[in-house]
């Protein structure tokens, strides 16, 4: 129950993000002229008043659920998993940047098996290696693909 | 007839033969890159093709282009992550059945559909070119904007019962796809003053993003394996022999596929979404769709294949490219001297043919290479997902910036990756999402230059034949689609009520 209230909190905070940028997209088209404005217009207006209505369904369901729920100790647990991961992303961004998409590939394919909780350093060693060859080969030899060869390129 | 005559005696030779095998494994590696796809495939190839017999150049070119559509589906299959656009809705249920440890199934459905759809394809290009190309040259703008339309009647559908979060996920879609220059006016839009964003969104990164990059979050955050049993069951025959069971299935998609591919700027997602959602909708059990149904599997690889038999329709009949793959390939074509037109079938019969021959039995050689590799490929499903997570990132990221050669691209792909996983977790539908984007650029390029092809009057989307025809079949799937929601919706209320 504490798990489904949380998720429909975050699919409101998400549905109010939502609404933010449909409204700041409507606003924007008052500054376009003739055809370029009437699509985006009507879309925005659409979907702007959907996600009101969304809003006020998840709220009514929320406060229902609520009610039923308040004897309950309410725990949030965070996710240290999605933490790495959502991390791992735009630092993997920047690595190819810094370290070219090569280098920082393989650091990549080192590091995150292990923040991730595998411990068989010969199994993450070895697919490591495949799957770094088989890019490598693949992307940059046959496809000669021009990577980000950052500092050291 | 005759010209497919003439060309079997071409491609029947040992060198041949072994340039249609080469191309055919060219094409499945290439397509099942992430980013890479047919075009780039194509293109590729095209500087190995100078100096090579014309024959040659056909069937090299011709095979890969088949094989690179089958090859999307094997990492779609397998890893979530279309390796091209016409293999995104393969996603859906390929994948929930390498989760249920039947991925060797899926790829023969996803072979022996693909095949099928071609074949179909290809027989369909020969038989009836001249009078498809021809039907296409009457399909304006108005007609494209009532196709769009008719696209986005089935967002009903794919949002299963989250019918207000299923059009806000379109309609999102559809926003993002206006990102960029207005297409008519040239007018900047939503862009921030950022010049990436005047090109508009590129399709290749959202789709590596949507898929590949939410993909590495879900697995890294569940943990074990994607085959939830840890073992791989069924096999590639038994996959090819259901794909046959679905006859009405294989015909209805590759129509579909011909169809989308003969009308120049639709596209093979919009074919195989389209394809997908029509056969969820003529299906009696719905409900099975996205868990795991062999006819979501079979419905968008059967039309996905289909397009390229339907996208060389305008492209050698007329000299007008059905896509940017064939747009490629005519330029191969061309300087193995092959030159479009009406008469090209009587003038040009052996070189056609040969192509043609190629075409069709390299939808045999990627079926059989699929056979082969089936096995071995499906023991990615029982790897931990540890070890999967920064292999789907290296190959996503490594799609996404092949395209362009663009670091931009890659933050975009990363953007739409988290994005995806908020959509999957806050369940709003990634499917109608991706028909908004699609199917946008579609709607509104139509209705603009049907309106300035009409003078600012509305009534050209009603007095033309094709239009008014697209028009009423769009109001009776909104009504039906409607009705349908309505319905299920009241039985859900009375099944809950009974328990």
Redesign the interface.
Known sequence: MISKILNINGQLIFSFILLFLVISMVLMTGNYVGGAKLFPQIVGVAVGFLIVVDITRQILISRKMKKTTTNEAETKTINIKLIIILCALPIYYFLIKFLGYLLASAVVVLVVPFLLGMRNIKLVLITSTIIWLLVYLLFSVLLNVPFPKGVFG | MEFLLLGLGNVFTITNLFFLLLGTIIGI??GA?PG?GPALTIA?LLPFTFGMPPEVTLILLGSAFSGSVFGGSIVAILLNTPGTAGNAATTFDGHELAKQGKAGQALGLAAASSAIGGIISILVLSFFAPPLARMSVHFGPAEQFMLGLLGLSVVALAADNNF??G??SA??G??VS?IGL?L??G?E??TFGITYLTDGISFIPTMVGLFA?SQ??IL??S?GTISSGGNVKGGFLKGAVTALKYRITLLRSSIIGVLFGTVPALGVYAASFFAYLTEKRASKEPDKFGKGAPQGVVAPEAANNAVVGGSLVPTLALGIPGSSTAAVLLGGLMIAGIAPGYRLFTEQADMVGTFFVAMLIAQLAFFILGGLLARPLSKIVV?????L???I???G??GA??MR?S?AD??VC?IF??VGY?FI????PIVCFILGFILGPI??KG??RA?LMSDGSYSIFVTRPGSLVLFLLVVVMFIIGTTNLLRSQRKNKNTTLDM
């Open positions: 590696v290439m890159l890479v590729l207000i979060k059009w806000i309609g999102m559809l926003l206006m207005d008519i006016s007018q839009r939503f990059i590495v979050i890294a955050l943990g790897i931990p997902n540890e070890l997570v920064p292999g990132m290296l190959l990221v490594a910036f092949t050669n670091m890659v933050i990363l990756g988290v908020l977790k806050t369940k709003y709607i509104e209705f603009q309106i």
